[in-house]
């Protein structure tokens, strides 16, 4: 079965609320791995659909996949699938993975060094309806009212960059693995200042963003010296609204034109007095990719993570198996009977017929005959005695004409 076949089974069962269990997720990656990049359009509308119900229902397969968009280089691709896992808020309930926290290490700094999200848009975003100062609008039970949540609503992959980010950076700093080491578990600590700055510039929050960096100015945090610059383009290509238009209803809230110069003025003075490394960022995210991704004992665990999921999969089909062949031996068995007991009515039936014929025919014709059965019976008898009568005129006519044939 080709990959295509097997992805648009998937869809077909998602889109009809159909169970997809983790196995058929990972058929499904492992013959992403023999396909060429014209395939990547249909695991992309894949994974754009379906982004509310949960795509991934474990990381192995989210892995495989992420890994497979990366040795393709579409990093675009795998930042779907890096937000499916954040819109899950996988990193918030599961422990942080070392060969995960790689992946998206890599993802992020290849986005970023692509430059595709430092491009100012040419026209500043406008509300699309007009609406009249006359009109009172209000929210009507029952009807789909104009909303954005800011979460479940997001589209742009600059605000899905960055959420993953910040829910990379808060996984970091909340728990790592115990099968880092500890020179490898300091340089990811490290980073996270640098992170968390370029999370709140993707997301485009200048509250969050400035308070951040004079935290970081006043707690002596390191920050990397390209981080910096790279903000600071984040900020200047932020999208915005005219100063004088306000948010429309159901959508996103935006930064105005004054408040972009003046997030990016104030954050320009804080940067200065942050302390800052001259070790590039993308460097310092391929050291610590590299360190994961050749560890020994990183590597041990995670196959060992692979195999115990492949025993997983293999006790869940087997116990579906064993349920499916019981309920298929009882399906079995009760038709089986039935169609014994079938057969023993019939054929008392057909023994007994002949003993009961005449208790039928006498019941039947002792039953209560409706108005219309009546007039069918009295038609029936006024037919027959009228053929009788033709029959029995016919026949003296016949009888007569050899009479006076003979006499002649």
């Known amino acids: 079965m080709t990959p295509g076949d097997l992805g648009t089974q998937i869809l077909y069962r998602l889109s009809n609320r159909a169970e997809v269990t983790p196995l058929d997720y990972d058929i499904f990656v492992n013959k992403v791995q023999q396909t060429d990049k014209t395939f990547l359009d249909f695991l992309e509308d894949i994974t754009y659909k379906q982004a509310k119900t949960g795509v991934f229902l474990d990381e192995v397969s989210a892995n495989l ?18 937000w499916e896992l954040c819109l899950q808020s996988y990193l918030e309930k599961e422990p942080l993975a070392p060969y995960l926290t790689a992946l998206w290490l890599h993802t992020t700094g290849e986005l970023i060094k692509s430059g595709v999200f430092f491009e100012r848009a040419e026209e500043i975003r406008e509300s699309d309806n007009e609406y009249d100062a006359d009109i009172d609008y209000r929210s009507v039970a029952y009807l789909r009212n104009p909303n954005y949540d800011g979460w479940f609503d997001i589209d742009r992959p600059r605000l899905q960059l960055g959420h993953c980010i910040l829910s990379l950076a808060s996984a970091i700093e909340r728990e790592l693995p115990p099968s880092l080491q500890n020179n490898l578990a300091i340089d990811l600590k490290a980073i996270v200042p640098s992170l968390r700055l370029l999370g709140f510039a993707f997301i485009e929050d200048a509250d969050q963003l400035l308070t951040f960096a004079s935290s970081a100015s006043s707690k002596l945090l390191v920050v990397h010296g390209d981080v910096l610059t790279a903000v600071e383009k984040l900020i200047a290509s932020s999208d915005r609204r005219p100063d004088n238009s306000e948010t429309g209803r159901g959508e996103p809230v935006l930064l105005t034109e004054s408040e972009v110069a003046s997030t990016l003025a ?13 070790e590039s960022f993308y460097a310092a995210l391929a050291s610590l990719v590299s360190a994961i991704t050749t560890d020994a004992a990183i590597q041990k665990a995670e196959v060992e993570r692979v195999i115990q999921l492949y025993d997983t999969f293999e006790a869940t089909r087997d116990a579906v198996w064993q349920k499916e062949a019981e309920s ?11 169609s014994r007991l079938r057969a023993l009515v019939d054929e008392e039936e057909r023994l007994t017929f002949f003993e009961h014929a005449d208790t039928i025919d006498h019941q039947a014709w002792l039953a209560p ?40």
């Open 266 to 278: 104030k954050f320009q003075v804080i940067a200065s007095t942050i302390t800052s490394l001259e």
């Open 328 to 338: 298929l031996r009882r399906r079995e068995v009760l038709a089986t009977v039935k």
């Open 369 to 408: 005959r409706t108005r219309s059965e009546r007039r069918w019976s009295r038609m029936k008898e006024w037919k027959k005695d009228l053929r009788e009568y033709q029959e029995k005129r016919k026949g003296g006519r016949d009888a007569m004409a050899d009479t006076h044939a003979g006499n002649g």
């Open 65 to 82: 996949l992420l890994d497979s968009f990366i040795k393709k280089q579409d990093y675009p691709a795998g930042l779907s699938v890096m």
